[in-house]
């Protein structure tokens, strides 16, 4: 029986002492000055892994986890995905959990086929990852290829249950009937398309559950909706949280505080540009600029940190 | 202005007078004897990228367009990747369309990392699809890029709707409330998920209509649901179908009839192990085997045309 990789995340978390996840999405326009060596996939390529190796370096020491975003390495082609596999094998030589954002999924074998490719160590799998982003349209058994390796690997998965942005409504927030014909859950508080995928998600993790009480399948459940976290926090007792949307996109430390249990685990919070691209928001553009630019990530990770333990129950990771 | 994909489409289709998607699924158990080079993901790299070619040469003069499907070459890392790139590349070289299965979606410029990635010609995308299959779930928005560089580019898109698998009943079956809190539709046809997602379809589609009548943004319909294929032609009247599920998942000619629109127009059925794996099944397996696998899959392609065109509207195509 392999670990739990909830169990591993648990545990890494409170070595740490805090939640923060640190996204790594390279963009070309936002590299620091000089950073850049050329206009060429191949020197694009070559430049992400720097700045990736680079970020790694300074957050390695301060947190748990790291999220590479698949697109923008994939949107350079071959090269951009041989940087991938480089980026997710330095961070894990770092000592960092690597979640992927690859928000893939598909049916059957197919399924089958991302899953071995991008869950457990390597060489059993050829990407390498601690865990992964899955998408549920296609359903539960388009989930079971995935949770069936997660389990065997000791990986894990994050399930998209609730995500950030303003569209999301257009079908996560739908309302459905129950087998009677009438309104599933109250006026009040009906039952949507995202709390039904939670309920399946909820069922996975109870499936993986391991000794800090969570699975190893979690769900992705955005900041933007501060209520929403805590109402899910509450009807997905043994399901991880990602929380994306702190920071760029508008999510304050006191929205992502019901995303936790009262000790502060079961949840992990993401910043991506806020801190990687640093050096070009206040107030670290002007205390260290380009030239100082990891000294920003360093700053900003802590800031981020303290925000945390400050005003959500993170704070408990650090009394234990 | 681009040329529009669903024109270019339809134009590929009136020429070699038929409907059909050839899936380029490489696995290394059912590659033709001697093919395999050998367990090195380099070497298992290398055999699909030789196969697939092989593969294309055979029906690059009977079909316009494929589909190779990226976890089967993401399985294998970034040498996989290089040889997806270099199969797209093959097969735009010998004249057929291709429509990436990669099932990718994101929120916001990650999206359009995607989008301007894999969609368009080389070197405007690096990739080098005409079009690429995108899951709904995360809602309206998180389409929006991906229309944008469709349009800009003349490429495609094949939205999930209706998912082949028996689990895609899981979300996209559930039945809505109206604003009113009612069943939404009638008891005899109630509205479900994959209504909803259809109609957000239908209006990109008519956003991104063409000479054809058709759009550039399609849908993904099941063909293990017959009657829902004749159902959702009748209300996505400017959306072109992928119709998956046909051969090896159990799906029939009678049972894809109903996603064509009267002339044999607007849908294309995909076949994958059923075309390239042919030599492992009868009659193809006694008849030619592994050492004359090509002929294998000439036969089976030309006997899934013949069948389209003598059991549904497609037989429409060699009339004109």
């Known amino acids: 029986?392999?670990?739990?990789?909830?169990?591993?995340?648990?545990?890494?978390?409170?070595?740490?002492?805090?939640?923060?996840?640190?996204?790594?999405?390279?963009?070309?326009?936002?590299?620091?000055?000089?950073?850049?060596?050329?206009?060429?996939?191949?020197?694009?390529?070559?430049?992400?892994?720097?700045?990736?190796?680079?970020?790694?370096?300074?957050?390695?020491?301060?947190?748990?986890?790291?999220?590479?975003?698949?697109?923008?390495?994939?949107?350079?082609?071959?090269?951009?995905?041989?940087?991938?596999?480089?980026?997710?094998?330095?961070?894990?030589?770092?000592?960092?959990?690597?979640?992927?954002?690859?928000?893939?999924?598909?049916?059957?074998?197919?399924?089958?086929?991302?899953?071995?490719?991008?869950?457990?160590?390597?060489?059993?799998?050829?990407?390498?990852?601690?865990?992964?982003?899955?998408?549920?349209?296609?359903?539960?058994?388009?989930?079971?290829?995935?949770?069936?390796?997660?389990?065997?690997?000791?990986?894990?998965?994050?399930?998209?249950?609730?995500?950030?942005?303003?569209?999301?409504?257009?079908?996560?927030d739908l309302q459905f009937v129950d087998k009677s014909g009438m309104l599933d859950g109250s006026v009040d508080s009906p039952k949507t398309l995202y709390h039904r995928v939670g309920e399946l998600v909820e069922s996975l993790a109870k499936e993986t559950v391991g000794e800090s009480g969570y699975g190893s399948v979690g769900a992705v459940v955005g900041a933007t909706y501060p209520a929403q976290a805590g109402e899910l926090r509450e009807q997905m007792p043994h399901t991880f949280f990602l929380v994306p949307g702190f920071g760029a996109q508008g999510g304050s430390a006191a929205d992502v505080a019901g995303a936790f249990d009262e000790n502060g685990l079961g949840a992990i919070i993401n910043s991506s540009r806020g801190i990687i691209f640093a050096h070009q928001r206040e107030p670290y553009a002007q205390k260290f600029g380009d030239k100082a630019w990891q000294n920003a990530v360093d700053a900003a990770t802590r800031d981020m940190i303290s925000e945390l333990r400050a005003e959500t129950p993170a704070g408990k990771l650090i009394e234990s």
């Open 1 to 172: 029986m392999a670990d739990n990789f909830a169990d591993i995340l648990t545990a890494a978390i409170q070595k740490k002492q805090n939640p923060v996840l640190v996204g790594l999405d390279p963009r070309a326009e936002n590299l620091p000055e000089g950073m850049l060596s050329g206009s060429s996939v191949d020197q694009i390529a070559d430049s992400y892994r720097r700045f990736c190796a680079d970020v790694i370096d300074v957050v390695a020491p301060l947190v748990a986890i790291v999220k590479p975003q698949a697109a923008f390495f994939e949107v350079l082609g071959p090269v951009g995905m041989r940087a991938l596999a480089d980026t997710i094998n330095y961070a894990r030589e770092k000592g960092l959990l690597v979640l992927l954002d690859g928000k893939r999924n598909d049916i059957g074998s197919t399924a089958t086929a991302y899953a071995e490719g991008y869950l457990g160590k390597r060489p059993e799998s050829i990407w390498g990852c601690d865990a992964l982003t899955v998408n549920p349209y296609l359903g539960d058994d388009s989930l079971r290829p995935f949770v069936d390796v997660a389990k065997e690997r000791g990986a894990g998965l994050f399930v998209l249950v609730k995500t950030s942005n303003p569209g999301g409504r257009t079908f996560q």
